[in-house]
């Protein structure tokens, strides 16, 4: 069986982003027998706006090939995204409308998702975190149907503490990542 790997794309380019943290914290849970990395969020800052003028061989951005190289590679993906305005931050969604082309064999397609949100607002970036189900869902990645995390409070919770050190987030982090590599050796092994 080929091994899972898990590829994890922020929403947030911020340096001292939560979500970055939830992503370093999630990849460093990866259960054994599988690995996860973390998409650069500099190199995702280079990404190019979509643009169907520019999908075209020979015209794809540098920036763009590395982003749906890195992609092929991962067996399962995931996303975790604060909450811009009520939806997904323009980066997230800029990575996800890259990795849906080709139509119907993008980088994404049929792989496992899932999506981590998190901001400091009591709902924990719900809104982002189902516009981020939907559009990856529509990208052709199979979300996994029961499996969601959003973390609200997150400055009464983690204070100026990294999110690994909070016992029970860890925990739940832990758990999405497990149920996305399950799902990625299940397709493996179909
Ligand atoms: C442009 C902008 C729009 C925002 N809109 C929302 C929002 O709609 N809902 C929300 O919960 N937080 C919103 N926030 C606050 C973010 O959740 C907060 O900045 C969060 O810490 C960002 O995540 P990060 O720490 O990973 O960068 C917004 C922040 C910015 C900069």
Redesign the pocket.
Known sequence: MSQAHVLVLVG?L?AD????QIADTAASLAPEGSTALVYSTAALAEVAFYNEDIDVDGKVPAAALALRAEAEKATAFLLVT?????TIPAVLKNAIDWLSRPYGSGAVSSKPVAVIS????GNG?KWAHDDARKAVGIAGGKVLKDVELAIGG?IDKFGTAHPSENSEVSAQISSVVAELVKASNELVSA
């Open positions: 947030s911020r982003s939560v979500n970055k604060p909450e811009y305005n009520g998190a901001s400091p607002s970036a997150t």
